[in-house]
């Protein structure tokens, strides 16, 4: 089974960008779809992108309007997640995740198979 392992959480300021990586270990990425999910305090983890094994499909949660972009380095066996203009309700826990069975790319948390711990994304005002 595959290992997922987040990095490049922090603190920035509204407006500022940052980039969440994933690393994976144990199977090649290219075997999975990837997505992201971010987890606030108090609320229900959702969905903020997911891409297909090649990286020709994204998608993403209404909320990202273009801020945000979701890539993929199956050679190197990571995923990135590229944020600009941060604000405030972007702040969360940010989780990524691969399914091994979905043809494309879900947005539901129930369709993926394994987890990373999390990297926390604070954006203040």
């Known amino acids: 089974q595959v290992q997922l392992v987040e990095s490049g959480g922090g603190l920035v300021q509204a407006g500022d960008s940052l980039r969440v990586s994933c690393a994976a270990s144990?199977?090649?990425?290219?075997?999975?779809?990837t997505g992201w999910f971010r987890q606030a305090p108090g609320k229900e983890r959702e969905f903020v992108a997911a891409?297909?094994?090649?990286?020709?499909?994204?998608k993403y949660a209404s909320f990202v309007k273009g801020r945000f972009t979701v890539s993929r380095n199956n050679a190197e066996n990571t995923m990135h997640l590229e944020m600009n203009n941060l604000n405030p309700e972007d702040s969360g826990v940010y989780y990524c995740?691969?399914?091994?069975?979905?043809?494309?790319?879900?947005?539901?948390?129930?369709?993926?198979?394994?987890w990373g711990q999390g990297t926390q994304v604070t954006v203040s005002s």
């Open positions: 891409i297909s094994r090649d990286g020709g499909l994204m």
């Open positions: 995740a691969a399914d091994s069975r979905s043809m494309y790319a879900p947005v539901t948390a129930a369709a993926y198979d394994y």
């Open positions: 144990g199977q090649t990425l290219s075997r999975y779809v």
